[in-house]
């Protein structure tokens, strides 16, 4: 593949997590971009023109492999672990929602990057900067197109100043792509600006992306492109349809064949010889959707063996043994992370636009089994579920469905239910010790500790917390007699001594609420010596340290 001669090689890039993550195959999207911050010299905004083509034309799209500068979620873990800290935010992911669009639109009007930066920062929610990588590049669609262009200097801005990554810039843009059909009501020429961001000239997003946008988009970018703009980048275009829709005809070929014989093989074999990494996304695609069938095949007579709802969670455990297989490190490797993520958010948004009304529910329970499964087998880090959910990919619908794999897979994702920030995690440590007096089940106690991950100082903070309920409900003997049966499994005895020294720490601010704490805490030591969870030397140690 020829690369793109770069005329001031030593203009910043959009960042240098995207330049240091992309491959040969896509360096063509690394194109500079003139005076970074002026808002001056910078390409307009157009459906790639015939100069962002001219020099690939030749070259198939469909051969890029996946760059890792495209996936949706860098993460290297199935699920959130004790080293990985909540996300503190200020605000709540609503408020910053508001906030962050009325921030785009005084932009728009003052073009102040400087200023956009320093109030981006001071909302305290990096968290939830995909978000605003969605806000603004919707915002951008509604401007003139003097206003529209100064969004591509504010986002490498962003980028050069820490307040963006690479794949929250591509998480923002694919909630944009999952919804296009719907922006081109208010905005008609919304396909075509979108694919422009994708443009060498504009040097925005890695123009991997391109090969991996949904066949109707394109078609719609190509429709409108109309015979009075016939160039180069129509025929790109018309050109990677064409192999994109033969690609997706062979496919489905391929994948009846898969489940007819229930062996991988033939498929692998086949999508080595075809050579088109850059489709592979319509795999995973392609498999699920297949998996929704419940209507037994001509050539498989084992599908008769199953009912409707017995023929679909056989498929799916076909599927996602399959997608296992194909995802599995190693120099025969078919599917990236990049072709997983974007595969299951297009299935999100396809289901959502698709699934009929009148088996809506029935289905909606098959793709929480998939996703779920695909959480397990660790096909999907559950990061994945916390940002679709949080970005609406689905809609409502599938918010309701990533809601509900969440609460199936609490070992991976509890620790990032609802926003993952630090209120969230403070309030479900609030819930699990209401819950635990409600009901006295240590046992259930425990599993929600280990699903939450918590690391080493968090788990003294529960245990301090679990004391002052116990003290509050003058149950210090329950309170004791938990956390010694679970000790060993959920906490160590060092972390037990950091709770009791928080909680003497803190004796002064609880006496305003609590008159009677230092009374209390004193009766819950001499309890824990009592019961045997502190030694008889620890009440010396304490009686010295307390004034």
């Given at each position: 593949?020829k690369?793109?001669?770069?005329?001031?090689?030593?203009?910043?890039?959009?960042?240098?997590?995207?330049?240091?993550?992309?491959?040969?195959?896509?360096?063509a999207?690394?194109?500079?971009?003139?005076?970074?911050?002026?808002?001056?010299?910078?390409?307009?905004?157009q459906p790639?023109?015939?100069?962002?083509?001219?020099?690939?034309?030749?070259?198939?799209?469909?051969?890029?492999?996946?760059?890792?500068?495209?996936?949706?979620?860098?993460?290297?873990?199935?699920?959130?672990?004790?080293?990985?800290?909540?996300d503190?935010?200020?605000?709540?992911?609503?408020?910053?929602?508001?906030?962050?669009?009325?921030?785009?639109?005084?932009?728009?009007?003052?073009?102040?990057?400087?200023?956009?930066?320093?109030?981006?920062?001071?909302?305290?929610?990096?968290?939830?900067?995909?978000?605003?990588?969605?806000?603004?590049?919707?915002?951008?669609?509604?401007?003139?197109?003097?206003?529209?262009?100064?969004?591509?200097?504010?986002?490498?801005?962003?980028?050069?100043?820490?307040?963006?990554?690479?794949?929250?810039?591509?998480?923002?843009?694919?909630?944009?792509?999952?919804?296009?059909?719907?922006?081109?009501?208010?905005?008609?020429?919304?396909?075509?600006?979108?694919?422009?961001?994708?443009?060498?000239?504009?040097?925005?997003?890695?123009?991997?992306?391109?090969?991996?946008?949904?066949?109707?988009?394109?078609?719609?970018?190509?429709?409108?492109?109309?015979?009075?703009?016939?160039?180069?980048?129509?025929?790109?275009?018309?050109?990677?349809?064409a192999?994109?829709?033969?690609?997706?005809?062979?496919?489905?070929?391929?994948?009846?064949?898969?489940?007819?014989?229930?062996?991988?093989?033939?498929?692998?074999?086949?999508?080595?010889?075809?050579?088109?990494?850059?489709?592979?996304?319509?795999?995973?695609?392609?498999?699920?959707?297949?998996?929704?069938?419940?209507?037994?095949?001509?050539?498989?007579?084992?599908?008769?063996?199953?009912?409707?709802?017995g023929?679909?969670?056989?498929?799916?455990?076909?599927?996602?043994?399959?997608?296992?297989?194909?995802?599995?490190?190693?120099?025969c490797?078919l599917?990236?992370?990049?072709?997983?993520?974007?595969?299951?958010?297009?299935?999100?948004?396809?289901?959502?636009?698709?699934?009929?009304?009148?088996?809506?529910?029935?289905?909606?329970?098959?793709?929480?089994?998939?996703?779920?499964?695909a959480?397990?087998?660790?096909?999907?880090?559950?990061?994945?579920l916390?940002?679709?959910?949080?970005?609406?990919?689905?809609?409502?619908?599938?918010?309701?469905?990533?809601?509900?794999?969440?609460?199936?897979?609490?070992?991976?994702?509890?620790?990032?239910?609802?926003?993952?920030?630090?209120?969230?995690?403070?309030?479900?440590?609030?819930?699990?010790?209401?819950?635990?007096?409600?009901?006295?089940s240590?046992?259930?106690?425990?599993?929600?500790?280990?699903?939450?991950?918590l690391?080493?100082?968090?788990?003294?903070?529960?245990?301090?917390?679990?004391?002052?309920?116990?003290?509050?409900?003058?149950e210090?003997?329950?309170?004791i007699?938990?956390?010694?049966?679970?000790?060993?499994?959920?906490?160590?005895?060092?972390?037990?001594?950091?709770?009791?020294?928080?909680?003497?720490?803190?004796?002064?601010?609880?006496?305003?609420?609590f008159?009677?704490?230092?009374?209390?805490?004193?009766?819950?030591?001499?309890?824990?010596v009592?019961?045997?969870?502190?030694?008889?030397?620890?009440?010396?140690?304490?009686?010295?340290?307390?004034?």
């Amino acid at each position: 593949l020829k690369l793109v001669q770069l005329s001031n090689p030593t203009t910043p890039l959009i960042s240098q997590e995207i330049a240091a993550e992309s491959t040969l195959m896509t360096a063509a999207a690394a194109a500079p971009f003139g005076e970074v911050g002026t808002g001056r010299n910078h390409k307009t905004l157009q459906p790639l023109d015939d100069l962002d083509v001219d020099e690939e034309e030749s070259c198939s799209f469909a051969r890029q492999i996946s760059p890792a500068s495209c996936r949706l979620v860098e993460c290297s873990t199935p699920s959130p672990t004790c080293a990985d800290p909540p996300d503190d935010t200020r605000l709540e992911f609503e408020e910053f929602r508001k906030r962050a669009a009325s921030l785009a639109e005084e932009y728009f009007c003052s073009q102040d990057i400087d200023g956009m930066i320093a109030s981006v920062a001071s909302l305290g929610c990096s968290a939830f900067h995909d978000e605003l990588a969605a806000i603004l590049l919707r915002a951008s669609l509604d401007q003139k197109e003097e206003q529209r262009q100064t969004v591509v200097p504010l986002f490498i801005a962003l980028c050069e100043k820490g307040q963006l990554t690479a794949s929250e810039l591509s998480r923002g843009f694919e909630k944009l792509v999952l919804n296009w059909s719907d922006l081109q009501l208010d905005v008609p020429g919304a396909p075509g600006l979108l694919v422009s961001f994708l443009s060498n000239r504009v040097g925005l997003l890695d123009k991997a992306l391109f090969a991996r946008l949904p066949e109707d988009l394109l078609t719609r970018v190509y429709a409108d492109l109309g015979e009075a703009q016939q160039g180069a980048a129509q025929r790109m275009i018309q050109s990677h349809l064409a192999e994109l829709r033969a690609f997706k005809a062979e496919l489905a070929a391929a994948m009846e064949n898969f489940f007819c014989t229930r062996s991988s093989e033939g498929l692998g074999t086949w999508l080595r010889a075809q050579c088109k990494p850059a489709f592979h996304h319509e795999v995973v695609l392609r498999a699920c959707l297949s998996a929704f069938n419940g209507t037994p095949s001509l050539g498989g007579y084992w599908t008769s063996c199953f009912d409707v709802e017995g023929l679909r969670e056989e498929k799916c455990r076909l599927v996602l043994d399959m997608l296992v297989e194909f995802h599995c490190p190693g120099d025969c490797q078919l599917l990236m992370e990049t072709d997983v993520q974007i595969g299951f958010s297009r299935l999100l948004g396809a289901l959502a636009e698709e699934m009929p009304d009148r088996d809506r529910e029935g289905l909606s329970a098959h793709l929480v089994r998939l996703l779920a499964g695909a959480l397990e087998k660790e096909l999907l880090p559950a990061q994945f579920l916390k940002f679709a959910r949080r970005l609406r990919y689905g809609g409502i619908w599938g918010v309701e469905v990533v809601r509900q794999t969440q609460w199936l897979t609490p070992l991976y994702s509890r620790r990032v239910w609802g926003a993952g920030d630090a209120r969230h995690m403070r309030a479900e440590i609030q819930d699990t010790i209401a819950e635990y007096f409600d009901s006295r089940s240590s046992e259930e106690m425990g599993k929600v500790i280990a699903e939450l991950h918590l690391s080493s100082k968090e788990q003294a903070n529960f245990l301090r917390k679990l004391f002052v309920a116990g003290m509050e409900r003058g149950e210090q003997v329950t309170t004791i007699e938990v956390v010694q049966e679970l000790m060993g499994y959920c906490w160590s005895e060092a972390e037990v001594h950091e709770a009791f020294q928080q909680l003497r720490d803190i004796e002064k601010d609880l006496v305003l609420d609590f008159p009677k704490c230092r009374q209390s805490t004193d009766r819950l030591i001499a309890t824990a010596v009592q019961r045997g969870l502190l030694k008889p030397s620890y009440m010396i140690q304490d009686a010295a340290s307390v004034v």
